[in-house]
């Protein structure tokens, strides 16, 4: 076994796989495929002559030959990456046109911001806040170098960031009554939560209005606060001072959603940086 045959994207596996406690969550982590980081890890092992982790259906865990090989790992990884910036000289610098959703602006982006920052202070970003739908229509439009969207129905692009089912979300003290329609809090169209909620209502056949419209998720968030009515949203991403609402039997239960990346593609290391801020963010949760 040689230094060479190595190579440090297997070692960023073997951390990633570590940092993160699954094979998926590394995947997204690095902004590959679950399937690559298995591969990665099974080579690694291979080349090493040691089985590093244990593996169930649920996590992995470390072996002790694996617990004895963190330590090397990192300091090889690390030895590459200072070759790595001593042999290009140069920090990323430039401007990125990035665009959310707002709940991920309010609610993630300053964390994602703040360790993107840290590693590349010489790169600008103009940040455009709006609905998945518009945000999809800037990117394509070029308008946008990256967006942060709920997945489009149909459009297969993008690395996902993270999966969850959509939940109802009011005031921690809101009460339902089942002889009325369901009071609605929801963005104007197009919005995926909005599509979602009234196909789920509509195929339960269940009464509902809409209660309250806005483009602004603070405006939104207010009307929750205030009682107004209840919302579909991010449980991941949910504003403060909102819960989840969940009667049994009152309301019916919301499909997944799936919270994407798309940008220019490889190549754009400024582009990629932000992605592996992103993805890194989502495997904490």
Do not use: C, N
Not at 164 to 186: C, F, G, K, M, N
Request: charged share 20%.
């Amino acid at each position: 076994m040689t230094m060479d045959s190595i190579g440090p994207d297997l070692l960023r596996a073997f951390l990633a796989v570590l940092e993160t406690g699954t094979f998926t969550a590394a995947a997204r982590a690095l902004g590959t495929r679950q399937s690559t980081v298995s591969q990665q890890i099974k080579r690694l092992e291979g080349l090493t002559g040691r089985r590093l982790f244990a593996r169930d259906t649920h996590r992995v865990a470390l072996t002790v030959e694996g617990e004895s090989f963190v330590d090397p790992a990192r300091r090889i990884l690390e030895a590459y990456d200072t070759m790595d910036r001593h042999l290009t000289g140069v920090p990323l610098r430039g401007r990125l046109r990035f665009g959310a959703s707002e709940d991920f602006v309010l609610s993630a982006l300053p964390d994602v911001l703040a360790s993107f920052a840290r590693r590349h202070p010489e790169v600008d970003l103009l940040v455009t806040v709006g609905l998945s739908e518009i945000l999809y229509d800037a990117f394509d439009a070029g308008q946008l170098d990256i967006i942060l969207a709920k997945r489009r129905s149909g459009d297969p692009r993008g690395v996902t960031a993270w999966r969850e089912q959509v939940a109802w979300v009011a005031r921690p003290d809101y009460s339902l009554d089942p002889t009325v329609p369901l009071p609605l809090l929801l963005y104007p169209p197009p919005s995926v939560t909005r599509s979602l909620a009234i196909a789920t209502l509509d195929a339960a056949r269940r009464a509902w209005r809409v209660a309250f419209t806005s483009a602004s998720l603070s405006a939104l968030t207010a009307a929750a606060r205030a009682g107004v009515g209840i919302m579909p949203h991010s449980q991941r991403l949910l504003p403060a001072g909102l819960a989840r609402v969940t009667p049994e039997g009152l309301l019916p239960v919301l499909p997944e959603i799936e919270f994407i990346i798309l940008g220019p593609g490889r190549g754009e290391r400024v582009a990629e940086a932000l992605t592996r801020s992103i993805l890194h963010w989502a495997s904490l949760g």
